[in-house]
């Protein structure tokens, strides 16, 4: 599957991040919609973690694009999508407590806010592939392979034959080495 080509900007991502923030925020401050049908006890637990799940990828995928260092790996991108996302469930149950028709500072809220961000950064780690570089076409590799090294060198440029001596003329020692 090739994703368009503008899903593999990290600007793309952190833009999609920040509309993520702006909607969590309004619907923070509106009253809580009331569905028609029975009422399922718990739902927004579940509203919580899916909510979080989607944020997890998106900056996920903002941090994968964003990263120059390949030593920058997965452990940091997880840890700080968690902390960020974590972060941010914090600070919506405390909006949430200053509005009369929301029930702020839940801890359980906080949680499923945590797992939906936990396991999100997750998926979005198994499908990571999707937003790199699509392959040019005809399969050709992106690269040309080196030609390999001539004759008689290694493919730094020197000898290829071994020598376990470190010093070929054996009646030269060095100064630090003192004989019996």
Not at 79 to 97: C, K, R
Not at 138 to 158: F, W
């Amino acid at each position: 599957m090739i994703l368009p080509a503008v899903t593999r900007r990290s600007r793309f991502w952190f833009a999609a991040f920040v509309v993520w923030f702006v909607v969590l925020w309004f619907l923070s401050s509106s009253p809580p919609p009331s569905p028609p049908g029975p009422k399922i006890p718990q739902i927004d637990k579940v509203l919580h973690f899916g909510y979080y799940f989607g944020g997890a990828g998106i900056l996920s995928a903002a941090l994968f694009l964003l990263r120059r260092d390949p030593r920058l790996g997965w452990d940091v991108i997880h840890l700080l999508t968690l902390f960020l996302l974590t972060t941010t469930g914090a600070i919506d149950e405390w909006h949430q407590s200053w509005y009369p028709f929301r029930s702020g500072n839940d801890a359980i809220d906080l949680a499923a806010d945590f797992f939906g961000a936990f396991t999100g950064t997750l998926l979005f780690r198994r499908f990571s592939h999707l937003l790199q570089e699509p392959p040019p076409p005809g399969g050709r590799p992106l690269r040309e392979p080196r030609p390999p090294p001539p004759a008689g060198k290694n493919k730094y440029g020197g000898s290829a034959k071994k020598s376990c001596q470190p010093f070929p003329d054996h009646s030269k020692r060095p100064p630090w080495i003192v004989s019996a």
